[in-house]
């Protein structure tokens, strides 16, 4: 029997919580291994065993409980992380960026509660500005590959960067026609800087089939947040304002000239948009607590996702708008506390 | 008739639904248990400051008599039973800080058999209504009531807080286990009816709500009865939707107003009074049959009693003495609860007794896979910033930012982010994933910025009486330098009438004739004076 009251406990543990999450990715995770191969799964794998690994050494440094492994919130980032780099990623890139995650981003703070950043995030943009080229280095679609690497291939890509049979990555990423394939939001990206307008670009059937695959991984992940929504192992607010936001500001700039500017639909079903908005943005630890908080955190996360991807340097956004974000969710914190009972000016009605 | 009956018109914020297990003790009508042979009688019972004893050891006392009486704030003690004073002294009560407080240990005399919860039978003081309000309220206070809800609170200094418009009868009952209001309405709905009536009185209160949850419609049918039966005007029951803490007294307002009471301020603010279900029936039975509060109708639940039920409880029974009577198996059982689950108190030491504070008593199979709930950095896993509390906290605070000011002992922060506000309900507890003792880290924060405040005003207090000092020591400096200027100034002029004659001849000259003229006189007078003795 505890001391003091309550004397009552009622609620998902924390590592159940976590177990709840990557559960979820579950359907979105399948989808992605289908459509870019068995590389997805070797790196999230490869990325669990680094996290753990990372935590526990940690966690002895540190002289706390190894008990703490236990809470399954490494294993969460590894597999973050795992599905946010190609699917060929060198092996020991991958290992940077999960060790930094984990003992950079989460151990050096203060383990599990104490990260200001999302972890995952952290390990992500490290590898993006670091190795570029690899990080956006995608494979087509499976339907579109010339060559589709299957699963000896994919280990000796990601362990040796060349199978037995000497082909490199790039040999994978080359499409029937001989061109390479980047990621939707890349080719999007590089067309418009060539100054091709949006017309000219959804001709293009290589691009539109490749854009399937995405798509269907989007799919994947919506689906299982809504599983987390409807165990409310998460709440609405995050991804609600992420997607909603999304939506607003590029429905604005399409509006303003639907030639340079792609439709919400676009930017809704490519990149890591539903990863992000109901598996980044909503970690807890980093992001806002209150729930006006959230609301205010995801529409400004899904405001930085379009403006970064339309304007910025890089194809993709999710990492640093989260990143930006986890920087100002104190503050947005401070701003946004709900009225403690009594306190309301005018005493009316609730 | 439905418009007796309406649905809660408010919210609050927040709550939680735990399992009720209501059904364990709500079937059974009440009983009344048979006297122990020793009762043990702690002198505070209420809010306030420990009661004087006013009967010493050895003396004879019977039923109802008064002994013991309030020093400053609290509420008077009447035994409970023919008996006799055997100590009074520092015993185990079971208070809240484990300390032992004085208490009457009373051995019984007739300890007649059980009898069933029946009607009073001396007879009604049908003359209340002629009496001043004021000599009904002493009357409340003499018969030592007080609010029977938990809180404890002099019923007699709440009546006294008026004006009020509603009276709202807290019917809510709202943590688990906890029957004995939803029993008390469904057997003697009519009683508490009169009792709100007497209270609404004595406020003089236009409307009396009886305010509970949707889990009680037997209560709430027997309710609606009495009223159509009494064809009392201006009392109605206002259905709020299950959920916890809805018997929480600015909760309940909430729910039936729509309106929260303003921050530092009473529910009188707001034209309101909130009495408990059992405090109104005590009330009537202290106005009409001048019976003073000696006992009270408990819940006795938990898995380990084979007949829960609701039992009237002689105030000092100790816990040892039902524990005999249910026949609970001493072996299975670690600790009781007494009150609910939710914001209950764990006591290990049988000895305790039932008090007017103890509306319920839980006894549950000792659970080997919980741990004791003690608050050690590395005892429990980490706050991961879910904010699930905060969806569940019923006074919009945030327990997750509260947490981390606590931890790191931020105490002005702390209390800046509403922690003073804290009802201390246990629902953020009740829902942390992470199995955070949350609540004890309020309480442990509140008692340090209790702490705090009490040592600055120490700090101001001696501040104050530095000021003071120094200020007196300037003024009794500055007196002395005025003074010191002045003789200074009397030694100048002095010396300035001495330039003027520089040899101070002519003065000494003029010293010396006006002396002699001076003898001359003296002589003259001593001489008439002689002249005229002789």
């Not at chain 1, 539109?208 to 809504?226: D, S």
């Not at chain 2, 003690?374 to 699930?388: D, L, W, Y």
């Not at chain 2, 105490?411 to 507890?429: K, N, R, S």
């Amino acid at each position: 029997m505890r001391l003091s009251s309550p004397f009552f406990h009622h609620a998902l543990s924390t590592d159940k919580v976590m177990l709840l999450v990557i559960g979820a990715l579950i359907p979105g995770a399948a989808i992605q291994c289908f459509y870019f191969g068995y590389g997805v799964l070797i790196n999230l794998v490869l990325c669990a065993l680094v996290a753990n690994l990372s935590e526990l050494l940690f966690l002895k440094f540190r002289g706390r409980a190894l008990d703490a492994l236990k809470d399954n919130s490494a294993t969460l980032t590894g597999i973050l992380l795992g599905l946010a780099i190609p699917p060929t990623l060198p092996f020991w890139m991958s290992i940077v960026g999960v060790s930094f995650a984990i003992i950079f981003a989460k151990q050096l703070y203060g383990g599990l509660g104490f990260n200001p950043f999302n972890p995952a995030m952290v390990g992500y943009v490290l590898l993006l500005i670091s190795f570029p080229v690899e990080m956006t280095a995608w494979l087509p679609s499976t339907e579109i590959a010339s060559h589709f690497p299957n699963f000896t291939e994919s280990l000796q890509l990601i362990f040796l960067s060349e199978t037995s049979r000497g082909l490199t990555v790039a040999d994978f990423r080359t499409v029937a026609d001989g061109f390479t394939m980047a990621t939707p939001l890349d080719h999007v990206k590089t067309a418009h800087t060539m100054g091709k307008i949006s017309s000219e670009i959804v001709t293009d059937p290589m691009y539109n089939t490749n854009l399937i695959g995405w798509n269907w991984v989007n799919y994947g992940f919506l689906f299982g947040g809504l599983l987390l929504l409807a165990t409310k192992t998460i709440r609405w607010q995050i991804p609600f304002a992420v997607l909603a936001s999304i939506i607003v500001t590029s429905a604005l700039l399409n509006w303003f000239d639907a030639e340079r500017f792609s439709t919400p639909v676009f930017h809704l079903t490519t990149g890591a948009t539903m990863l992000g908005a109901f598996f980044i943005a909503t970690d807890p630890v980093s992001a806002s607590t209150t729930p006006k908080g959230r609301l205010i955190y995801g529409v400004l996360i899904g405001f930085f996702v379009v403006t970064i991807r339309t304007f910025g340097g890089y194809p993709e956004a999710m990492g640093f708008a989260v990143l930006l974000l986890n920087l100002a969710a104190p503050t947005i914190d401070h701003y946004t506390r709900p009225v403690i009972y009594g306190h309301r000016q005018g005493n009316t009605n609730v | 008739m439905n418009s007796i009956i309406q649905k809660a018109p408010g919210h609050f914020h927040g709550g939680i639904h735990p399992p009720e297990f209501k059904s364990l003790s709500n079937q059974k009508s009440i009983e009344r248990i048979p006297l122990p042979e020793f009762l043990l009688l702690p002198l505070k019972q209420h809010i306030g400051s420990v009661d004087e004893a006013v009967v010493s050891v050895g003396d004879k006392i019977c039923k109802g008599q008064l002994v013991a009486i309030p020093t400053q704030f609290g509420a008077a003690i009447h035994s409970p039973a023919d008996a006799t004073v055997v100590a009074i002294e520092p015993s185990l009560v079971g208070h809240p800080s484990g300390k032992p407080v004085m208490a009457l240990k009373l051995q019984v005399s007739k300890r007649n058999s059980s009898e069933s919860f029946e009607e009073l039978k001396s007879t009604e003081n049908s003359e209340w209504k002629t009496l001043p309000l004021e000599q009904l309220i002493n009357k409340v206070q003499e018969a030592g009531i007080v609010g029977l809800g938990g809180a404890t609170f002099p019923t007699a200094t709440k009546l006294r807080t008026q004006p009020v418009d509603t009276l709202i009868i807290n019917a809510m009952e709202c943590e688990p286990y906890i029957t004995c209001d939803d029993r008390l309405l469904q057997e003697k709905a009519d009683e508490v009816l009169q009792g709100a009536l007497i209270a609404s009185h004595l406020l003089n209160a236009k409307q009396i709500i009886f305010a509970t949850e949707d889990n009680k419609p037997e209560a709430i049918e027997s309710l609606k009865k009495a009223i159509l039966d009494s064809q009392a005007k201006n009392v109605k029951i206002v259905v709020a939707p299950t959920k916890y803490p809805s018997g929480g007294e600015k909760q309940t307002i909430e729910l039936v107003t729509g309106k929260q009471v303003p921050h530092g301020q009473l529910p009188a603010s707001l034209g309101i009074a909130v009495q408990n279900v059992a405090t109104v029936k005590a009330i009537r039975d202290a106005i009409l049959f001048n019976q003073p509060l000696t006992e009270r109708v408990v819940t006795l639940t938990g898995d380990l009693v084979k007949t829960a039920g609701n039992y009237v409880i002689p105030f000092g029974t100790p816990v040892s003495h039902l524990i005999e009577l249910l026949k609970i198996d001493k072996s299975q059982l670690e600790a009781v609860i007494f009150g609910g689950p939710m914001m209950g108190q764990s006591i290990r030491d049988f000895g305790a007794p039932v008090t007017k504070s103890t509306n319920c008593i839980i006894f549950n199979k000792k659970k080997s896979n919980q741990h004791d709930w003690v608050i050690e950095a590395k005892q429990h896993k980490s706050c991961i910033r879910c904010s699930e509390c905060q969806q569940a906290c019923p006074v919009d605070l945030l327990p997750q930012q509260l947490l981390w000011f606590s931890q790191s002992e931020q105490w002005e922060p702390l209390e800046e982010h509403g922690l003073l506000d804290c009802i201390e309900c246990g629902a953020c507890a009740y829902v942390c994933p992470s199995e955070i003792p949350l609540v004890h880290y309020f309480r442990y924060g509140k008692s340090e910025i209790a702490d705090l405040k009490a040592n600055k005003k120490k700090s101001e207090k001696a501040k104050e009486r530095y000021d003071f000092r120094e200020m007196r020591l300037e003024r009794a400096k500055a007196e002395r330098a005025a003074k010191h200027k002045k003789a200074a100034e009397a030694r100048k002029k002095a010396a300035q009438d001495a330039n003027k004659d520089p040899d101070g001849k002519q003065a000494a000259i003029n010293a010396a004739l006006e002396r002699v003229k001076q003898k001359k006189n003296k002589q003259t007078s001593d001489n008439k004076s002689s002249e005229g003795e002789n």
